[in-house]
């Protein structure tokens, strides 16, 4: 579950090998995310890794190992940190953030990243009035799944897809953010390390064991990112849906405005059995491509819309 890190961020104006920090963009259960300029005036994204309840820092720069924190759990999520950063960067796809640079410092590691300029699926949704066509929903987790898929190709899994995390640019194609929950499904060792997960977009599996996790665990939560862009709410947590299952069928909800085929999918990807689910994201995507042509608007007209909504404050 995502927690607010209490604990000191760096400073602003920070000297972080080539880096100087000038601004704390989001903190986490796992991390500190800071705005920060390279050599050449480059704007730049980098995480830190921090996890509440194993590590602190109250003053200076330095991460030490809190009172009541486990020594090795700490070093063990420092060592994944490290590896799925270093996998990361082997990720080259503009549906994907890129990592430019990975180092330690501080008794910690450090991850640059590209920063794009947009904003977030969420902020998307909720600064549209009208309800969100299928023609957008289908393109832009389209071009989502074409590097998702390039992310599970390197053996990884992201676990934290939300709209939150789905940055829309300008120019209306979208961009996975925020691998601090990202795990690799294919180590030998067994990781103690507790999961971070969001309310509603998490699938069942990632409550409780790490047993089941693959692929269709991300598929669990495209599938709960699309059901919220359609209705503009979090779908049912997993967790209370496996005592008692209250969550509304997109199906159900449709109000003839978006096609069938399509609430069907998104459906077939919330379903609690993960073995119900489609199993790859190649799967999921040639169930997409077999949907009848959606019929509400051609792509310029969209993207239009779509730079409008950027464009316009919140």
């Known amino acids: ?4 890190n209490k604990n000191q961020a760096l400073d602003i104006g920070f000297k972080l090998h080539d880096y100087t920090i000038t601004k704390v963009l989001s903190s986490g259960g796992f991390s500190f995310v800071y705005l920060a300029h390279d050599p050449n005036k480059k704007v730049v994204a980098i995480k830190e890794y921090m996890p509440t309840g194993l590590a602190l820092r109250d003053k200076g720069a ?5 009172d009541h924190g486990d020594s090795a759990v700490f070093k063990q999520g420092l060592k994944s940190f490290f590896e799925e950063g270093l996998s990361l960067a082997k ?3 503009k549906n994907i953030v890129r990592v430019l640079n990975f180092f330690r410092a501080n008794n910690t590691v450090y991850m640059v990243m590209k920063y794009e300029r947009g904003k977030s699926l969420q902020e998307y949704i909720l600064a549209h009035e009208a309800p969100i066509s ?3 929903v289908r393109r832009v987790f389209a071009e989502l799944l074409n590097g998702l898929r390039e992310v599970h190709t390197h053996k990884l899994l992201h676990l934290d897809i939300k709209p939150a995390n789905i940055y829309i640019r300008l120019d209306g194609s979208p961009v996975l953010l925020d691998f ?3 795990r690799q499904t294919l180590s030998e060792s067994k990781s103690n ?3 971070s997960y969001t309310p509603g977009f998490a699938p069942p599996e990632q409550y409780y064991t790490r047993q089941n996790l693959g692929p269709w665990s991300d598929i669990y939560s495209i599938g709960a990112s699309m059901y919220a862009c359609l209705y503009r709410a979090t779908p049912q947590a997993s967790n209370l849906r496996a005592t008692k299952d209250n969550l509304e069928p997109a199906k159900s909800l449709g109000n003839n405005i978006y096609s069938p085929e399509l609430l ?4 077939e990807c919330l379903k609690m059995d993960f073995l119900a689910r489609p199993q790859s994201v190649f799967s999921l995507q040639k169930k997409i491509m077999a949907l009848s042509p959606a019929q509400d608007g051609p792509k310029n007209s969209i993207v239009n819309k779509i730079k409008k909504v950027l464009n316009t404050p919140l």
């Open 1 to 4: 579950m995502a927690v607010t």
């Open 62 to 66: 330095t991460v030490q190992l809190d």
């Open 193 to 195: 390390i507790p999961l």
């Open 134 to 136: 299928e023609n957008f």
């Open 91 to 93: 990720i080259d796809h």
């Open 180 to 182: 601090g929950s990202a």
């Open 264 to 267: 069907e999918l998104i459906d």
